[in-house]
């Protein structure tokens, strides 16, 4: 009877303790909300922003944890159950330690996933990490709590893992390559590349087998990413957007040469409100390459904003050109005029 009446009593502290705990989390957890709604009202950044939606419900859960843990002990509870009831309470709370963490990196990685470009393709790469690395950590929490060794299913999740990347073996090759080229940057999304021997576009997107490159007719070329880990990449958006780009034209070899470079000259200047062309360093005119069959062959040097807006300008400023030697009798070789290259 006594024995009985210790196990109710010894139950009834216990429920006691949960209901103030209840009661603690509840306090803690809507202090804990107030406070971060008003410090991120007040810096607006992503870390402030992510710490206010992550932490006050886990930490609300950590402080019922703990406050049971601390009460349990502190009226010295006997009984096998209540041992157990230990046990659980701080597995809870280290389960729920992870549980923050992974709640705080999953969010971070949406934060400036959306932000970024640039880490937008790998925000996906990102949460699975998490996700893996989290797992992992609890069934570790997990097993060790329940006694369970796990260096059978490690062995077996071992040779699994062997057999699995033997199968998938290019496919583990696309997906580390497209990790190595998301943390190297070689090339960005808008950038425009162009990957040897024949392609040239836009990056679309980095994906983990494949990278989307938008052709300037509007079509998708899809490269492994081992390919482009592995290809010579010229990238003309870096260092900086602006490209050097001219116009070659090629006038008659009987033709003034003084004249025409005066001709081209003033053309080149008027050029700076053609769209793109921008003002530093200013446009140009050389005597490149010079003679050349059939006549003499001058170089417009000029930069543009971006590779997209050299055939707009090279075209605008033919047309100037070929309307400038009309008007002063300046005849054109066979050549003509032929486009240029990038410096």
């Given at each position: ?164 990347a033997l199968a998938l073996q290019d496919t583990l090759s696309n997906f580390f390559a497209g990790v190595c080229i998301i943390f190297d940057k ?158």
């Amino acid at each position: 009877m006594l024995d009985s009446f210790d196990k109710l009593s010894n139950w009834s502290t216990a429920g006691g303790c949960a209901l103030l705990s209840l009661a603690l989390a509840a306090s803690a957890y809507l202090s804990l909300r107030r406070s971060m709604r008003r410090i991120a009202a007040a810096r607006r950044t992503k870390v402030s922003e992510v710490l206010a939606t992550s932490v006050p419900r886990p930490a609300a859960v950590a402080v019922f944890l703990l406050a049971m843990t601390s009460g349990l002990s502190v009226f010295r509870l006997h009984g096998a159950n209540l041992t157990e009831l230990h046990r659980l309470l701080a597995l809870a709370l280290s389960v729920v330690g992870v549980s923050v963490l992974m709640r705080i990196a999953l969010q971070s990685i949406d934060a400036y996933g959306h932000s970024s470009p640039d880490f937008r393709t790998a925000a996906g790469i990102g949460r699975a990490v998490t996700w893996v690395v989290g797992l992992g950590w609890v069934a570790v929490l997990v097993s060790d709590a329940l006694g369970i060794s796990l260096a059978p299913a490690l062995t077996a999740f071992g040779i699994g893992s062997l057999a699995v990347a033997l199968a998938l073996q290019d496919t583990l090759s696309n997906f580390f390559a497209g990790v190595c080229i998301i943390f190297d940057k070689p090339v960005r999304l808008g950038d425009f590349i162009r990957i040897d021997p024949s392609y040239d576009g836009y990056v679309e997107s980095i994906g983990w087998r494949s990278t989307h490159i938008r052709t300037p007719s509007n079509t998708i070329v899809i490269v492994p990413n081992t390919t482009l880990s592995k290809a010579i990449i010229t990238n003309f958006s870096l260092p900086t957007p602006e490209v050097a780009s001219s116009v070659r034209v090629d006038v008659s070899a009987d033709a003034d040469v003084d004249r025409v470079e005066e001709a081209l000259t003033d053309e080149a200047k008027r050029a700076l409100d053609v769209p793109g062309v921008v003002r530093t360093p200013e446009p140009s005119v050389a005597l490149a390459p010079g003679f050349v069959d059939g006549g003499i062959g001058f170089t417009v040097s000029f930069h543009v904003r971006c590779i997209g807006d050299q055939p707009g300008a090279q075209h605008a400023l033919r047309k100037r050109i070929a309307a400038r030697f009309k008007k002063e009798g300046i005849a054109f070789s066979a050549a003509s005029v032929a486009p240029g290259r990038r410096a």
